[in-house]
T-cell receptor, first 114, second 113 residues
Framework: KAGVTQTPRYLIKTRGQQVTLSCSPISGHRSVSWYQQTPGQGLQFLFEYFSETQRNKGNFPGRFSGRQFSNSRSEMNVSTLELGDSALYLC?????????????FGPGTRLTVT | AQSVTQPDIHITVSEGASLELRCNYSYGATPYLFWYVQSPGQGLQLLLKYFSGDTLVQGIKGFEAEFKRSQSSFNLRKPSVHWSDAAEYFCAVGHNYGQNFVFGPGTRLSVLP
């Protein structure tokens, strides 16, 4: 089975721009979660989607948004980029229904904001 | 609110030596506990998980972890470390609903030849 894939792997944007990151989960997985990883804050949960609905949301400003498609692929969008948004963005998929399952992570998208 | 602490930011061990990485959690109900490893520039790989049952769980790459409810701990162990184990290790706690894990700050492991 193919693992979680994320595109693009690397991205450089300028302050004020917006960016869209993509995540394709493991086949059959219906839950997709997004995390931001920075040296200062570590791994922080952004949001989780299950069956095209946002099920959980972390403590991030509204500039961070996401969606999930009927094939479980997910995108996250960051508008009006700030320097502090520079981070590794990790996507994880899970076979979850309502129970907690282990998550499988993609390689991440490294976003640099200049 | 749930939280995870990993008291050791950086640990250095010699190849062949034993390893224990500490993890303490705060969670109001029965926790779902995980250990993940991250190599430089990579995503996270699941090492092992605890949901219920036997408190000593075995994982991949020769790792094991023991859940101790009385100490709110889930320490990761390996009897003999290999140079390829050098990486960052994250402990995480999950809820009983949904996939919004809380991760610890991580412990960076260096291995001396």
């Amino acid at each position: 089975k193919a693992g979680v894939t994320q595109t693009p792997r690397y991205l450089i944007k300028t302050r004020g721009q917006q960016v869209t990151l993509s995540c394709s989960p493991i086949s059959g997985h219906r839950s997709v979660s997004w995390y931001q990883q920075t040296p200062g804050q570590g791994l922080q949960f952004l949001f989780e989607y299950f069956s095209e609905t946002q099920r959980n949301k972390g403590n991030f400003p509204g500039r961070f948004s996401g969606r999930q498609f009927s094939n479980s692929r997910s995108e996250m969008n960051v508008s009006t980029l700030e320097l502090g948004d520079s981070a590794l963005y990790l996507c994880a998929s899970s076979a979850s229904g309502t129970e907690t399952f282990e998550q499988y992570f993609g390689p991440g998208t490294r976003l640099t904001v200049t | 609110a749930q939280s995870v602490t990993q008291p050791d930011i950086h640990i250095t061990v010699s190849e062949g030596a034993s390893l224990e990485l500490r993890c303490n959690y705060s969670y109001g109900a029965t926790p779902y506990l995980f250990w993940y490893v991250q190599s430089p520039g990579q995503g996270l790989q699941l090492l092992l998980k605890y949901f219920s049952g036997d408190t000593l769980v075995q994982g991949i790459k020769g790792f094991e972890a023991e859940f101790k409810r009385s100490q709110s701990s889930f320490n990761l162990r390996k009897p003999s470390v290999h140079w390829s184990d050098a990486a960052e290790y994250f402990c995480a706690v999950g809820h009983n609903y949904g996939q919004n894990f809380v991760f610890g700050p991580g412990t960076r492991l260096s291995v001396l030849p």
